[in-house]
């Protein structure tokens, strides 16, 4: 059963009519309680459990504060920045990772080492686990196995980096190396990290360690709010809703991807969705000019616009086919700057809209580049239309791209042309089968394999692991089937516009080059954006909008260039009856 803890820091900070902390001897316990907990089992060297939450003694009414922290409770960046250490990290010009998290994790080694067991705050650094086996940076390389193909797999390698190089660099400058090692500073970081709170006192912007406060688990939608009280010199922590008396009291981490959850909170939730049913998981899509492209030194120099390297070195970047190996890989390394990484969810928020706007960048075609990067006078922009006197298998498209002049590749918020959108949704494929090819397994395994309690028991490590793979397969998968339902629906819109073409008498090169007769064909772009929408079990509702609105929109400027393109042809021919020589 669950034990529990009696804490004996200070009656005001951690005894509460109203609250109780309780630890868990094992997962069943914990579920026995509140099947909401998402938390990481460990067991510290003593073979005490790590696993706790904070519960209701009593009934606890809206708009209740459960919980005041005083003041002098609070350990505060400032207070970091008053220890000898500190101090000399004030006095230097050192580039620190998160220097809020460096003040917090400095007092709390120097207090622990310098006062020890006479400090202010010594039952509550008896109370902070002893290990943190939860965190990535501590896990085992047969647990970090499981995120194979993740990028968190990186950021967990830059994570240790970073936190070495604070470490010795604060060394280099101070007493610190006597005060704690490596291991231990990166227990403190991660401690700081976990636990602190951006709080404003005295109008002051600055983070803290809340002792007991902390103690809080995770769990979306909120239950619970906090804040410093000006006014009563407290943090607290107020209830928004009923609290059964026995029920585990909750803060909300907020709305974050699972990565961000596991790379810094440990753990990850198993069914990450807001009541609306968005989920924030998010995958990272990296985004890269080939080399191969004839337009790449063209397509550098808008790829680059608007960055702060951006210089016109980057214009003779290309690789030359017959370059030795050294050179190539200078040039490789030079070239692997210019990715762009995205990271997108199933939504179509701004990350969303940048991915397609730097995708219809990578994939534009030289009449198409010269129009959305060249800004000239809308009066000059005649001169870049197609000749259609010349040939009649000129792209169309260039015709309604040209009407559009782009700051940066970031900006290209509305498609091209079809060509051009067809050409982006066929690149997106390709990025998500490279993405997919790195995991060892398919999201359907994933999903079997979190069914298996015995292989993947709760709140352990490669469950969590699991989970994060399991969540950046999802949001590649509903990329994956954006691109095809785009795709199938520019099927249909090419056939409109053939239709179109054939009762007005025009041949229009459309975006595969190709116009195949379809004889067979029943539907228009109508028909099928209305199946979509009566299909509750359908497409993503992002998906549909996307081929609705905005697809919609390229398909009637398709049929007015069509038209503008008769009316050309008909002027000419006109001309031509007339004795014109062209």
Request: glycine residues 4%; negative net charge; hydrophobic residues 35%.
């Amino acid at each position: 059963m669950a034990t529990t803890t009696t804490i004996t820091m200070i009656s005001i900070i951690f005894y509460h009519q109203q609250l109780e902390l309780r630890e868990y001897d094992a997962p069943n316990d914990m579920e026995k309680e509140e099947e909401k907990k998402e938390q990481t089992t460990s067991k510290s060297q003593s073979g005490d459990s790590e696993m706790r939450g904070v519960h209701a003694r009593t009934h606890l009414a809206p708009n209740t504060v459960c919980m005041a922290i005083p003041r002098r409770c609070l350990i505060t960046v400032e207070m970091g920045q008053e220890t000898p250490v500190g101090q000399a990290i004030l006095r230097s010009d050192l580039d620190l990772d998160a220097p809020k998290h460096i003040f917090l994790m400095v007092y709390l080694l120097w207090d622990k080492k310098v006062n020890g067991e006479n400090s202010f705050f010594y039952p509550y650094y008896e109370i902070l686990p002893e290990t943190l086996r939860n965190m990535p940076i501590f896990w085992t390389h047969q647990e970090l196995e499981f995120l194979k193909g993740s990028y968190l797999l990186q950021q967990i390698q830059d994570r240790n980096e970073a936190i070495a190089e604070d470490y010795h660099a604060i060394c280099q400058i101070s007493p610190l190396a006597k005060i704690c090692t490596l291991d231990e500073f990166k227990w403190a970081r991660m401690c700081v990290c976990s636990r602190n709170f951006g709080l404003q006192i005295d109008g002051h912007r600055t983070s803290a360690l809340v002792p007991h406060a902390d103690m809080l688990n995770h769990y979306r939608p909120r239950e619970t709010k906090w804040t410093f009280d000006e006014d009563r010199q407290a943090f607290t922590i107020t209830t928004l809703q009923p609290i059964p008396a026995g029920s585990q009291v909750y803060d909300s981490y907020g709305q974050k991807c699972n990565h961000r959850f596991l790379l810094n909170y440990g753990f990850a939730v198993e069914d990450n969705r807001e009541l609306d049913g968005f989920c924030p998981n998010e995958v990272p899509l990296e985004l890269s000019l080939s080399q191969d492209d004839p337009l790449y030194p063209q397509k550098l120099d808008f790829w680059m616009r608007g960055e702060v390297t951006h210089t016109s070195q980057y214009h003779h970047h290309s690789i030359p086919n017959n370059s030795h190996n050294s050179n190539s890989n200078s040039h490789h390394k030079m070239a692997s700057s210019y990715t762009k990484r995205v990271r997108v969810c199933a939504s179509n928020n701004e990350n969303t809209r940048l991915l397609f706007s730097l995708l219809r960048a990578m994939n534009c075609n030289a009449d198409e580049l010269r129009a959305i990067s060249t800004p000239v006078a809308n009066e000059m922009r005649s001169l870049f239309a197609p000749d259609h006197s010349s040939s009649s298998s000129r792209n169309a498209a260039a015709a309604a791209a040209v009407s559009s002049y782009y700051r940066s590749c970031r900006d290209i918020r509305h498609p091209l042309s079809i060509r051009n959108e067809r050409a982006v949704m066929l690149n997106l494929l390709q990025l998500i089968s490279q993405a997919l090819s790195r995991y060892p397994t398919s999201l359907s395994q994933d999903k079997t394999d979190l069914l298996d309690d015995r292989m993947f028991p709760p709140y352990s490590n490669k469950r969590h692991a699991k989970i994060q793979v399991r969540g950046e397969k999802e949001v590649l998968h509903h990329f994956a089937r954006w691109a095809r339902t785009a795709m199938e629906v520019m099927d249909v819109i090419e056939q409109d516009l053939k239709e179109e073409q054939q009762r007005g008498g025009v041949e229009v090169q459309l975006g595969r080059g190709v116009v195949v007769d379809d004889s067979s064909r029943s539907c228009g772009f109508d028909y099928i954006i209305r199946r979509m929408e009566e299909d509750e079990d359908g497409v993503h509702h992002t998906v549909l909008r996307y081929c609705a609105d905005v697809l919609g929109s390229l398909r009637r400027e398709e049929f007015k260039n069509l038209r503008r393109q008769r009316a050309v042809m008909a002027a000419t021919s006109s001309k031509k009856g007339e004795g014109y020589i062209f």
